[in-house]
């Protein structure tokens, strides 16, 4: 039983990783600034613009409050976190559709 | 002899041209540098005061110079057919124009700009716009013989030209209303397409007080898919359908067609571009100014001013045999009318936020005076 549950788990992590080297970043945008837009006006366009198979790339500030914005925002349109990682103190978010 | 080509000649293309020949003057008047301006218009258009057209704070003819007479007499200006770029090749340190001249340079600046696309959204054709000459005219006729009822003003995408533009379109349109003495017989709607009035927070909430105290509906967020003209009503993807008499809008912005024919920029036409160094990515001689560029930042006359200081600097030390020193820090200068007579402003970079000052008509009255100074200051490149 152990082995069978273990040899599923392993499947759907290779499944993942497949799917993740299929997706591809369309463009990597830097919110890490201010813009009349704002972080979410920046993206927002650019999600427009994606096709399938592709994803955006954003990096933010761990500390801001456009992390958690981002996050909800993601949720409310029913877009996906494809990945989500720390690097050198900031934040970088592959959101895809 | 070191070529810098400028691409377009609209403020940011005319106020970096000019910059340079400053910059680089000795070496213009000895034929050790040409700086070329190809721009397909032979009149410049300052399109930031569009927006008071409407209002009769300013006209047309206030708005509209010949190109030539706004630039350095030492630089070259072409225009028509030999102004107007067909293709750009970074690859081969060229630019193409119309009348099939192939121009090469050691230095290329793109200023090609935004653009104005309309058929993005189906109706919205119905919606008058400052951000057009022709429209802010006829908004300016259609607002004279309005006479109560509910107006839409809207922002089909971000980003677009003039980022506060929009606020101040709307308190000022609040303020003739009230003066007309029509206000009460106003219903005004702003619609957003990120929740809130603007995209930073400190200014946001400034605005919504203001909003909130003059009575103005805020719908947000609201990302417009038609207007249907003959019902008068406007659509979102939120799924809101709202019935207005007069609209009021910003159509979607693209960078310029030229940029996608020559395969530079991304699906909407922006130029992948260095946010600090303001050069275009994978190439070290093309910089880009302005709206042009793909970066985070307010597409605004203000921002190229800043970028100009930047790009012109870091050029003429290469030129000079010097290190490009100057990065650009995100700097951003704009005045937002409250009123028919009264201004805040922000100013900003990537790093601090701005801290917007309560309204008054000392901000208003430097908004006109910045307005009247372009033509002999800001576009001459003096300060």
């Given at each position: 039983?152990?082995y069978?549950?273990?040899v599923?788990?392993?499947s759907v992590?290779?499944?993942?990783?497949?799917?993740?080297?299929?997706?591809?970043?369309?463009?990597?945008?830097?919110?890490t600034?201010?813009?009349?837009?704002?972080?979410?006006?920046?993206l927002?366009?650019?999600?427009?613009?994606?096709?399938?198979?592709?994803?955006?790339?954003?990096?933010?500030d761990?500390?801001?409050?456009?992390k958690?914005?981002?996050?909800e925002?993601?949720k409310?349109?029913?877009?996906k976190?494809?990945?989500?990682?720390?690097?050198?103190?900031r934040?970088?978010?592959v959101i895809?559709? | 002899?070191?070529?810098?080509?400028?691409?377009?000649?609209?403020?940011?293309?005319?106020?970096?041209?000019?910059?340079?020949?400053k910059?680089?003057?000795?070496?213009?008047?000895n034929s050790?540098?040409?700086?070329?301006v190809?721009?397909?218009?032979?009149?410049?258009?300052?399109?930031?005061?569009?927006?008071?057209?409407?209002f009769?704070?300013?006209?047309?003819?206030?708005?509209?110079?010949?190109?030539?007479?706004?630039l350095?007499?030492?630089?070259k200006?072409l225009s028509?057919?030999?102004?107007e770029?067909?293709?750009i090749?970074?690859?081969?340190?060229?630019v193409?124009?119309?009348?099939?001249?192939?121009h090469?340079?050691?230095y290329?600046?793109?200023?090609?700009?935004?653009?104005?696309?309309?058929?993005?959204?189906?109706?919205?054709?119905a919606v008058?716009?400052?951000?057009?000459?022709?429209s802010s005219?006829?908004?300016?006729?259609?607002?004279?013989q309005?006479?109560g009822?509910?107006?839409?003003v809207?922002?089909?995408?971000?980003?677009?030209?003039?980022?506060?533009?929009?606020?101040?379109?709307?308190?000022m349109l609040?303020?003739?209303?009230?003066?007309?003495g029509?206000?009460?017989?106003?219903?005004?709607f702003?619609?957003?397409p990120?929740?809130?009035v603007?995209?930073?927070?400190?200014?946001?909430?400034?605005?919504?007080?203001?909003f909130?105290?003059?009575?103005?509906n805020?719908i947000s967020?609201?990302?417009?898919?038609?207007v249907?003209?003959s019902?008068?009503?406007?659509e979102s993807?939120?799924g809101?359908?709202?019935?207005?008499?007069?609209?009021?809008?910003?159509?979607?912005?693209?960078g310029a067609k030229?940029?996608g024919?020559?395969?530079?920029?991304d699906?909407?036409?922006?130029?992948?571009?260095?946010?600090?160094?303001?050069k275009?990515?994978?190439?070290?001689?093309?910089y880009?100014?302005?709206?042009?560029?793909d970066?985070?930042?307010?597409?605004?006359?203000?921002?190229?001013?800043?970028?100009?200081?930047?790009?012109?600097?870091?050029?003429?030390?290469?030129?000079?045999?010097?290190?490009?020193?100057?990065v650009?820090?995100?700097?951003?200068f704009?005045?937002?009318?409250?009123?028919?007579?009264?201004?805040t402003?922000?100013?900003?970079?990537?790093?601090?936020?701005?801290i917007?000052?309560?309204?008054?008509?000392?901000?208003?009255?430097?908004?006109?005076?910045?307005?009247?100074l372009?033509?002999?200051?800001t576009?001459?490149?003096i300060?």
């Amino acid at each position: 039983m152990d082995y069978l549950y273990l040899v599923l788990n392993y499947s759907v992590l290779i499944v993942k990783v497949i799917k993740m080297q299929e997706i591809k970043i369309y463009k990597t945008i830097d919110l890490t600034g201010q813009s009349c837009a704002g972080p979410l006006g920046e993206l927002i366009g650019v999600m427009d613009e994606i096709v399938k198979g592709e994803a955006v790339e954003v990096i933010v500030d761990p500390r801001s409050d456009t992390k958690d914005k981002l996050l909800e925002w993601v949720k409310n349109k029913g877009y996906k976190i494809v990945s989500n990682r720390e690097e050198s103190g900031r934040m970088i978010v592959v959101i895809g559709k | 002899m070191k070529k810098i080509i400028v691409a377009g000649g609209g403020i940011g293309g005319t106020i970096v041209a000019n910059r340079l020949t400053k910059m680089l003057s000795d070496q213009v008047e000895n034929s050790e540098v040409e700086i070329t301006v190809l721009e397909r218009n032979e009149t410049h258009i300052y399109q930031p005061g569009q927006l008071l057209i409407p209002f009769g704070l300013t006209d047309r003819h206030e708005l509209i110079r010949r190109e030539r007479e706004i630039l350095d007499y030492r630089i070259k200006l072409l225009s028509g057919k030999k102004g107007e770029i067909k293709k750009i090749d970074p690859q081969n340190n060229s630019v193409i124009t119309s009348d099939e001249r192939v121009h090469s340079y050691d230095y290329l600046i793109i200023a090609t700009g935004s653009h104005l696309n309309w058929e993005e959204v189906p109706g919205y054709n119905a919606v008058y716009s400052p951000w057009d000459m022709d429209s802010s005219m006829k908004l300016r006729e259609a607002i004279n013989q309005f006479n109560g009822g509910k107006i839409v003003v809207n922002v089909a995408k971000l980003p677009h030209k003039c980022p506060v533009a929009p606020l101040e379109v709307t308190l000022m349109l609040d303020d003739y209303l009230r003066r007309r003495g029509i206000r009460d017989k106003t219903e005004i709607f702003y619609t957003y397409p990120i929740q809130g009035v603007f995209g930073i927070k400190s200014a946001n909430d400034l605005m919504i007080k203001i909003f909130e105290s003059r009575g103005i509906n805020i719908i947000s967020p609201f990302n417009v898919t038609r207007v249907d003209e003959s019902n008068k009503t406007i659509e979102s993807q939120e799924g809101e359908k709202v019935r207005f008499d007069l609209a009021i809008g910003v159509p979607p912005h693209t960078g310029a067609k030229v940029i996608g024919d020559s395969g530079i920029g991304d699906r909407r036409n922006w130029v992948p571009t260095d946010k600090y160094a303001l050069k275009m990515k994978n190439f070290s001689n093309v910089y880009v100014i302005g709206d042009t560029t793909d970066i985070p930042i307010s597409k605004a006359g203000s921002t190229a001013d800043f970028e100009s200081y930047i790009i012109a600097t870091n050029i003429a030390n290469e030129i000079l045999g010097n290190k490009p020193v100057k990065v650009y820090d995100g700097s951003v200068f704009c005045y937002i009318a409250t009123g028919l007579d009264s201004g805040t402003y922000i100013r900003f970079n990537y790093n601090n936020p701005p801290i917007p000052p309560p309204p008054s008509y000392v901000h208003w009255w430097g908004k006109l005076l910045y307005n009247k100074l372009y033509w002999t200051v800001t576009a001459k490149a003096i300060v």
